[in-house]
Every structure is written in structure tokens, then in C-alpha cells.
């Protein structure tokens, strides 16, 4: 009788210390996806504000319907990004970035419509402080 009791100890002992592996397993990959997802968040801001300051977004010759390609890397995270300016009319432009994590293992996207402002610094600005999105 102790024989098959002791069995069925080491069995049940065994499952809960696999069930405990493969959560913590699941549980350190989830993490490194949330890392790896805000890695190419930062990516992808970065790209629109290299688009701007750079001045692609404010450029006046650019032909109503063209786009302009671009690309970038992070030096502090090592994230990258790729993106393109549109001209949509003769006053506004629509800035896309893909940004990467720099296993490029996750990519996340945005968008910002701008508005044509000499003024402003790289010749564009948002047209409100809310018209950045999230492209998925």
C-alpha cells in the first residue's frame, strides 16, 4: 500500500513542478515581448520626430501625392525605425514610422497628420496636441 502512495506523491509533485516551470517560462517571454513592444514604440516616436525636425514634414517643394522615405536608428536602445511623409494637399502631410525593437523581434506602428507652419521648428506641427495614433 505505501508503494503505489509514494507513487502517486512523486506524479502529483511532478505535474506541480512542471506547472511552476511552464509558468514561469511564459511568464519571463511575456515580459521580454512588453520590453521588445515599448523598444519599438520608442523607435517609432522617435522616427516622427526626426521627420519633423528634420524638416521632411515641412518641405514646400515636395509634389501633392509624393512621399518621401526615410530610416533611423537609436543609438541609446538600438531600436530602429523606417517611415515616409505624404503629401496629402497643399497644406497638410501625413508622416508614417514603423518603429523595431533592435532584434527587430516586434514592430509597432504610428502616424501623425501635420500641417504646414514655416514658423514652427522643422516647418510643420501637429494639428493638435492629441492627432498622434497608433497604426496597427
Do not use: C
Amino acid at each position: 500500500m505505501a508503494l503505489p502512495l509514494s507513487l502517486l506523491v512523486l506524479v502529483v509533485a511532478g505535474a506541480l513542478a512542471s506547472a511552476v516551470w511552464i509558468q514561469a517560462t511564459r511568464d519571463q517571454q511575456l515580459t521580454r515581448g512588453a520590453v521588445r513592444l515599448g523598444q519599438a514604440a520608442s523607435a517609432a516616436e522617435a522616427g516622427l520626430v526626426a521627420a519633423i525636425v528634420t524638416g521632411l514634414a515641412g518641405d514646400s517643394t515636395l509634389p501633392v501625392g509624393s512621399l518621401v522615405a526615410f530610416a533611423g536608428r537609436l543609438p541609446s536602445s538600438g531600436g530602429w525605425f523606417r517611415g515616409r511623409v505624404e503629401r496629402v494637399n497643399t497644406v497638410l502631410l501625413l508622416i508614417r514610422v514603423e518603429g523595431f525593437s533592435p532584434d527587430s523581434l516586434a514592430r509597432q506602428q504610428v502616424g501623425l497628420l501635420v500641417k504646414r507652419d514655416p514658423g514652427a521648428p522643422g516647418g510643420a506641427r501637429p494639428l493638435n496636441s492629441r492627432s498622434f495614433a497608433n497604426l496597427y
